[in-house]
């Protein structure tokens, strides 16, 4: 390992910031370690004040060139982006298995091709981005798309380069210059991003990351006052320091945050596939901000959905993300393993009991959480209120389509929910009074980049996808002319 350079799964990782399109180290370091085992992966450039100041500076002086590039220009930049990520997917893939522990064969499979995509989609959308023309007695009104300035983008663990590629494209395709400052749990595909930038030719400056902890480098960005906007994905708690900072510089943010959201299984389902979607939500170890952790099962069939649950869960295989058998791999870090097993101590000291899992699997360990499932559990109780974030499900069980909904939207959060129904009707009438930004039915995950995305109450504000992410992108103009 040369200076500033890890190597990861046989990767190079260079560990510097990416600012004004050169490598830049910082006086101190925070040290990576892989989820998977343990083990240091790197020393990190720790950002501060210096590092967001020289990151804003680099991505105001390049904003007005970008800004001017030709869309046509500004899509072709973002489609060889695309492409290198193509290229250089197995990298990308080992590299994030490593640092957050997701498995080897989603990454390969679904999240980095898709991480291509999302640049592609946002270049093609470019392109399709139409000006709007109205008439006024005989004025015409001419409302035109323009680039707002520099963007800070602040991203989460669980799934570092899709959240922040999904800022990250619309951004740039708008015209906007970007400073990422990655999760400081994951912070190492955001550093082959920016190698995969330059060599697409994306002008230095326009794409910068600051490594970090969020307290020092993401405090020290979404407080600039030369920002002009802020997208977040994160915990509630955060968002609402976030708000704070972009409220006192009056910097229009976007906020994607936490969920407790539901599966409703009627008894009118095909109860195979209801079984599937509730194990489903097992996916990356629970820590999917979508997940629906509470199963909200009508009474007539819960024993028989608990009976093909349990053995469909106990067919999951946990162990090393790496391996192609494995289903469940760890949870991020020490903390959070001890903040999801807090919750299910004291679920099960007041009452609740372990349907299966229930604690830490010893054998893998410490930081392999059981899939967990918890029945007699009150709905005012923390554990049915307060997003865990970790393998744990919920069950209660309803009798009536109105407790059902009841149930459903009485949390803090509103961000997704699915129904497992066979009844068109149903699913209709129940979807319409649910409280949630996206709402699945008889499927979980679906996600199509034309389409809003997004929470309600405390699971957000703003959706992005589309137009949606162009509106929070740019400064609309009205430019009207007499005749
Ligand atoms: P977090 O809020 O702790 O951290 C998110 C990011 O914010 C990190 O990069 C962190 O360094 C930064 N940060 C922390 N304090 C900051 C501050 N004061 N100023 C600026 N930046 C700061 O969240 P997390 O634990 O990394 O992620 C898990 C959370 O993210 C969960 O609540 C999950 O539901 C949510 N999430 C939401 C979505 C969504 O799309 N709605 C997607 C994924 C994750």
């Known amino acids: 390992m ?27 370091t925070f040290t990576d370690e892989s989820p998977i085992d343990g083990r240091v992966l790197a020393e990190i450039a720790r950002g501060g004040q210096a590092e967001a100041q020289a990151a804003a500076d680099k991505a105001a002086a390049a904003f007005p060139v970008w800004a001017a590039t030709p869309r046509a220009e500004r899509a072709r930049l973002l489609r060889a982006v695309a492409d290198g990520v193509e290229k250089r997917l197995d990298d990308l893939a080992i590299v994030e298995t490593s640092d957050n522990g997701a498995l080897l064969r989603s990454h390969r499979r679904g999240v980095m091709p898709r991480v291509a995509h999302n640049f592609r989609f946002f270049a093609d959308w470019l392109l399709e981005l139409a000006h709007e023309d109205f008439d006024t007695r005989g004025h015409t009104n001419r409302v035109s798309w323009n680039p707002a300035g520099p963007c800070v983008l602040i991203t ?3 799934a570092p380069l899709m959240l922040a590629t999904w800022k990250i494209a619309p951004a740039l395709a708008a015209g906007n210059t970007v400073v990422l400052k990655p999760a400081e749990w994951s912070p190492l595909t955001a550093s082959l991003l920016a190698d995969i930038t330059a060599e697409a030719g994306v002008p230095a400056g326009v794409f910068n990351v600051v490594q970090g ?34 409220a006192a510089n009056l910097v229009p943010a976007s906020f994607e945050l936490g969920g407790k959201s539901p599966l409703l299984v009627f008894a009118d389902a095909d109860l195979d596939l209801a079984v599937d979607l509730a194990v489903e939500q097992y ?21 028989e959905f608990v009976r093909r649950f349990t053995a469909k869960a106990a067919t999951l295989r946990q162990g090393d993300p790496r391996d192609e058998a494995t289903d469940i791999g760890p949870n991020i870090h020490a903390r ?12 099960l000291a007041t009452g609740a009991r372990a349907v299966i899992g229930g604690g830490p699997n010893t054998d893998l360990g410490g930081l392999y959480y059981r899939p967990t499932l918890l029945s007699g559990v009150a709905q005012d109780s923390e554990i ?7 393998p744990v499900l919920t069950l209660q069980t309803f009798d009536t389509e109105e407790e059902a909904v009841r149930l459903a939207n009485d949390t803090p959060f509103g961000l997704a929910a699915t129904l497992a129904t066979g009844d068109r009707a149903r699913a209709e009438r129940v979807t ?17 980049l034309r389409a809003p995305f997004g929470g309600s109450r405390q699971s957000g504000v703003g959706r992005e996808g589309g137009t949606w992410s162009f509106d929070f992108y740019c400064d609309l103009k009205n430019t009207v002319t007499a005749p």
């Open 156 to 158: 989460p663990w669980n």
């Open 2 to 28: 040369t200076q500033h350079i890890a190597t990861v799964g046989g990767v190079a990782v260079d560990t510097r910031h990416w600012i004004g399109g050169e490598r830049v180290a910082s006086p101190t």
């Open 384 to 390: 049915v209120q307060e997003e865990v974030f970790g």
């Open 336 to 347: 959070q393993v001890d903040k999801i097993d807090g919750f299910v101590r004291r679920a």
């Open 432 to 448: 319409s009074r649910l409280v949630a930004g996206t709402v699945w039915v008889n499927c979980f995950f679906v996600r199509d």
């Open 283 to 303: 996916d990356n170890a629970g820590q999917v901000c979508l997940a629906a952790t509470r199963l909200l099962v009508e009474s007539s069939i819960s024993e």
């Open 213 to 246: 902890y969020g307290a020092e480098a993401g405090s020290a960005l979404v407080s600039h006052p030369g920002v002009r906007r802020i997208s977040f994905t994160g915990s509630v708690p955060t968002a609402k320091h976030i708000a704070g900072a972009a």
